[in-house]
């Protein structure tokens, strides 16, 4: 018999983690995977959770207008005011360029910690869809 099991833990469960629990609250039941693995004896001694995310992707400000500070607030502003809208919380992008990064910068985004990785499923889903 295997020492560990792995398996989804159920939202009644989630209290179970060793999250802050804003950190839980904070996920939807509906669509968070928690996923543990669990000792003999019951323990979570693991756990990874998938959640969904907002990402914000292709900015692109036309170069006669990337000097103009106003261009680049005003879409700030406006992709802010759309994300609160809709009650997004936070949203991650991905910023590859140095100017990029200032302009973030400048307007209130944060570097996250760690590295991105990619967890790439496509040729699984193709061979079971």
Known sequence: MDRYTARLLPHAEWHRLDFDPAVTRSLDPTRAIIVVVENEAG????????????????????????????????????MTAALVERNIPQAITMIT????????????????????????????LERTG
């Open 43 to 78: 323990d979570i001694v693991a756990r990874w959770v998938a959640f969904d995310t907002v990402a914000l992707e292709g900015l692109s400000i036309d170069p006669a207008y990337q000097k103009h500070p106003g261009v680049a607030a005003r879409l700030m502003q406006a």
């Open 97 to 124: 360029a140095p100017e990029v990064e200032r302009l973030a910068e400048r307007h209130g985004l944060t570097r996250a910690p760690g590295r991105l990785w990619v967890l790439d499923l496509r040729g699984l």
